[in-house]
């Protein structure tokens, strides 16, 4: 009796950062086989930036055993929009106004393409090889640099009428508090609970309280690192575990008002912040429990992403190509 073989299926999955460019080939498993990278802000206009990276798909697609083995190519990038396909107004590109990328990427490719934000794209990488495996509401938070989110109710990614729909990290937690230091707005979750976040919180106590000695005296108040401030916490200094407690505090008080709004089965946080254990999930859930009616309380697990941080973005990215199969195929 002959066996049916399996047919192979690869999804490529980019993820556009302002720095770094990531690519790679995975498969159902949501296993990296082929990685490539580029400098994003190398390229001055996105016409040379889909060159030079399809220039590394095509490589890594031959690696693999040709181009009929990809299913498609799933995108994540800065102010992504789903809908459309573009890249609109993003800060962090040098690229300006809006630019219709995957439309771009799938005509050199001929490949079709999804694009949407790097955090909904974690979300959906979330579903479809992470924690929220089998699970059909919960939202995704990525602590980094800035505040990512994506909310995921009844199976389904929330885009919103635009696209734009999730951006929980602008939302005011602490209203006329902090600015932040790109939007402008004033006490927004990311101005608190991001890495840039942490230093800011970390230089406020340091000066509010002069005399209380701390191991990161011996920094430079300007170039002071949440790397450095994770470090210092682990040995047990005491401001810097204040910091983590304060971050812990807000972002628990977010939590809240988000579990109110969409009813999740869990809050899954992702990126650097989430290093510090014990430091930040202690606070975080005790004052997201503080805030919740009761008929919400002790139901949502928070719990930190499994999936690997380096192959993160690309497996969300890829998994998008996944989703537009279901889509296309329950039509």
């Known amino acids: 009796m002959s066996m049916t073989k399996i047919p192979l299926e690869y ?6 950062g302002g720095t770094n460019t990531k690519c790679g080939i995975v498969n159902r498993r949501g296993e990296v086989l082929q990685y490539e990278q580029l400098s994003t802000p190398e390229y001055e206009n996105p016409e040379a930036f889909v060159d030079a990276l399809c220039v590394r798909l095509n490589l890594m697609i031959e690696k693999v055993g040709g181009i009929e083995l990809i299913k498609g190519i799933g995108v994540g990038a800065p102010n992504g929009n789903y809908y459309t396909g573009t890249i609109e107004y993003a800060p962090n590109l040098r690229w300006v106004g809006v630019v219709p990328l995957a439309d771009m990427i799938s005509q050199r ?15 959906v990488g979330e579903m479809q090889y992470g924690a929220a495996k089998g699970m059909r509401d919960f939202i995704t938070i990525t602590l980094g640099t800035g505040v990512g989110s994506g909310i995921v109710a009844n199976g389904q990614l929330i885009y ?9 990290g602008h939302t005011i937690i602490r209203p006329g508090g902090r600015p932040h230091w790109s ?17 800011l919180t970390a230089r406020e106590m340091l000066l509010n309280e002069p005399e209380k000695p701390s191991m990161l005296r011996k920094y430079n108040l300007e170039e002071l690192t949440s790397k450095q401030i994770f470090d210092c916490a682990m040995q047990g200094d005491e401001i810097s575990q204040a910091v983590y407690r304060f971050t812990g505090q807000i972002l628990g008080e977010s939590l809240a008002n988000f579990v109110m709004f969409s009813s999740p089965e869990a809050i899954i946080l992702f990126g650097g912040l989430i290093k510090a254990g014990s430091l930040i999930f202690d606070p975080t859930i005790e004052h997201m429990e503080r805030n919740l009616l009761p008929i919400f309380k002790n139901k949502v697990k928070v719990i930190k992403s499994d999936l690997h941080e380096a192959d993160a973005a690309i497996l969300g990215a890829s998994a998008l190509v996944w989703e537009m199969k279901q889509s296309s195929s329950s039509l």
Do not use: P, W
């Open 11 to 16: 999804a490529i999955g980019v993820d556009i």
């Open 109 to 123: 490719m001929g490949l079709a393409t999804a694009l949407t934000n790097d955090a909904n794209a974690a979300a």
């Open 183 to 199: 939007t402008k707005l004033k006490g927004s979750l990311e101005a608190y609970a991001s890495a840039t976040g942490v230093v």
């Open 160 to 168: 919103g009428h635009d696209g734009f729909a999730g951006e929980l």
